[in-house]
């Protein structure tokens, strides 16, 4: 008998936390922590071991802004935790992910600039004439064309994800400068497959590195973590 398929869609994963009246059973710090450097180790090729793990919670009002008091219902509440790998003996953050506290589902991930290779002068260079270029026009693709980025993001997503489906579609987003350091240009794009899931993955140009993902939907097999 073939295994039953859910599509499970980040938002609507989160939208399950959204209860309201009464706690909802949570999968735990040990859980989180596991599921959460599970993910990071995936994504970012590492192999990290100890991470500290936060619960949190944020309420979500969807309704309207002069809805009266007694119009408004309970407002749901997110429920997450924050499993953060730090340095050695220090302060600074170096990968964290973020884990559904209900669900225990890995929705994103996130590297620091202490993890990523620095740029060379030249790199430095390239990156500064990408940001330059007009946003949506041709001469923009041609030079991530050149830079080999659609069969890096192809390579990159394919040995993590989806490996039954293949790729649909990429959406390239703006670049933008100093949003991780000062001198790096970065990128995200959505990744869609053929099979419906869609991630957004942020990329380092020129050096093509990736420092963040999230899902925003994935198929996956009942019970387990895509």
């Known amino acids: 008998m073939k295994r039953k398929i859910v599509f499970a869609l980040a938002l609507i994963i989160c939208t399950s936390l959204l209860l309201s009246g009464c706690t909802p059973h949570l999968v735990g710090e040990k859980k989180a922590k596991e599921a959460g450097l599970a993910f990071i180790n995936k ?4 192999n990290e071991t100890e991470a500290v793990v936060h619960y949190g919670e944020y309420s ?7 809805q009266s008091a007694e119009q408004k219902r ?17 302060d600074e953050v170096l990968y964290y992910a973020q884990v559904d506290a209900i669900s225990g589902f890995v929705y994103s991930a996130h590297r620091f600039v202490e993890t990523l290779s620095p740029l060379t002068d030249e790199q430095i260079k390239q990156a500064e004439e990408l940001v330059k270029l007009p946003y949506g026009q041709r001469e923009v693709m041609n030079r991530l064309y ?14 993590r994800f989806e490996k039954q489906s293949k790729i649909k579609t990429v959406e390239y987003g703006k670049m933008i400068e100093g949003l991780i350091d000062s001198n790096i240009v970065s990128m995200d794009c959505r990744v869609t497959f053929e099979n419906g899931a869609v ?9 093509k590195q990736i420092f963040q993902i999230e899902i925003l939907s994935q198929p996956v097999m009942k019970g387990e973590q895509p």
């Open 60 to 66: 979500v009002d969807a309704q309207p802004q002069d």
């Open 43 to 46: 994504v970012f090729d590492v």
């Open 146 to 159: 050149e830079l080999k980025l659609p069969q890096t993001i192809n390579d990159w997503m394919s040995a």
């Open 74 to 90: 309970d407002v749901p509440v997110m429920r997450y935790y924050n499993v953060t790998v730090m340095k050695d003996h220090t």
């Open 199 to 207: 991630y957004v993955i942020g990329i380092i140009l020129p050096t």
